[in-house]
Each structure stands twice: as structure tokens, then as C-alpha cells.
């Protein structure tokens, strides 16, 4: 008998080419897994379009509609349990993550960050480390704590680069991101390469 499916949740707030990278990759039997929730804070991005397109159920909210992080985040927790969410994936989903969340799915949470952490957490971290003028960059994916881009390291890798270019980073950085995901979730899920 065929396994079932691992159930994920991604999470994200912008363009959503994570969550396309994912989600595509499950469904096409890349990853042996199934997006079955979107979870957006905003409600005109563009990965809520992005999730239509891909069939993929979504939970779009705004933040000001509620009274606490505690309250729409016991939403949230409510939607991936009916769901039977195993496994949540944040992809530039721009919020620290609070206690109910953290309850619910400590150590089945991850995060992708394009830096290779501990350094360059939180926002513009490209920017930053190209200010300092590193000469490595790179991409991390961890577990989620409650601290900002911290938790333990899953997976890094590192991209050498000497020039001044962002849009030229960003255009190495994302692709490589997306592949760290794929691998990383069939990691994970205990599947080889
Ligand atoms: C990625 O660079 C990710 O590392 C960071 O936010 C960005 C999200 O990009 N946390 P996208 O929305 O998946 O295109």
C-alpha cells in the first residue's frame, strides 16, 4: 500500500516563488508530500493569486482584524489541524511566529532565510551582507523558535559572489533557494534525492 502523503502548510506574505517551488513540486510527484493550505497576511499579495492558480486551499487574514497574534494565530492552528497538517513551511511569511503556533507545531515548523545564518537575520538580509561586502552568500533553512531567524540549522548553502549587483544575487539566490526547499522537505520526509 502506498504511503499517505505528507501534509504541508507554507506560509508566506510577497510574491510567493517558494510556494510555487513547493507546491509544484509536490504536485507533479517531485516531493512526496501535498500543500494543502496557504496561509497569507496580506491580503493583495501575490502568492494568494499564485494559490488559486495551483488549486491550493488558502487562509488569507489581516492582522488588524484581530485582537492578539494569540487570536488569529489559534485560527491559523485551527484551519492546519482540520487540514491534518504535518509539517509548516514559512516562505517569506514577514511575522514573528507567537506561543500558539509554537504549542501546536515546535519542531515541525521550518524557515528558509537567504543568508547563511546566524548571520544576516531579519529583513534585507542580501542588502546588508552586500553593504558589508561579503564575498559568500547563501541560504539557510531551519526550525522555527520564537527568536527572529533563529532555531536550528536543517540545511545551508553558500553561493560565492564578488560583484555589486543585487538583482544579479537575487536572480542566483532564489533558484537555489527553491531547490534548498525541494531537497530539504524530501529530506525530511525521508525520501532519497
Ligand atoms: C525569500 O528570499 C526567503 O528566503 C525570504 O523571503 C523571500 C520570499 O520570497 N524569507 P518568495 O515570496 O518565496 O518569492
Not at 5 to 18: D, H, P, R, T, W
Not at 123 to 144: L, N, P, S
Request: net charge negative; with cysteine; glycine share 8%.
Amino acid at each position: 500500500m502506498n504511503k499517505p502523503k505528507l501534509k504541508i502548510a507554507v506560509f508566506a506574505s510577497g510574491y510567493g516563488s517558494n510556494f510555487e517551488a513547493i507546491a509544484k513540486a509536490c504536485q507533479s510527484g517531485e516531493i512526496k508530500a501535498q500543500v494543502v493550505l496557504m496561509v497569507c497576511d496580506k491580503p493583495t499579495a501575490r502568492v494568494n493569486s499564485l494559490a488559486d492558480e495551483l488549486g491550493v486551499e488558502r487562509m488569507t487574514f489581516s492582522a488588524k482584524d484581530y485582537a492578539s497574534k494569540a487570536e488569529y494565530e489559534a485560527e491559523i492552528v485551527e484551519r492546519c489541524k482540520a487540514l491534518g497538517v504535518e509539517l509548516i513551511c514559512l516562505a517569506g511569511y514577514m511575522r514573528l511566529v507567537g506561543e500558539t503556533l509554537m504549542e501546536a507545531y515546535e519542531g515541525r515548523m521550518i524557515n528558509i532565510h537567504p543568508s547563511l545564518l546566524p548571520s544576516f537575520a531579519g529583513k534585507d538580509a542580501v542588502e546588508r551582507a552586500m553593504e558589508w561586502g561579503v564575498k559568500v552568500y547563501g541560504a539557510t533553512i531551519h526550525y522555527v523558535d520564537s527568536t527572529l531567524d533563529g532555531g536550528k540549522i536543517i540545511a545551508q548553502q553558500a553561493i560565492p559572489y564578488e560583484g555589486d549587483s543585487i538583482d544579479e544575487l537575487m536572480a542566483v539566490i532564489h533558484p537555489l533557494e527553491h531547490q534548498l526547499y525541494i531537497d530539504t522537505i524530501k529530506k525530511l520526509t525521508k525520501q532519497t534525492k
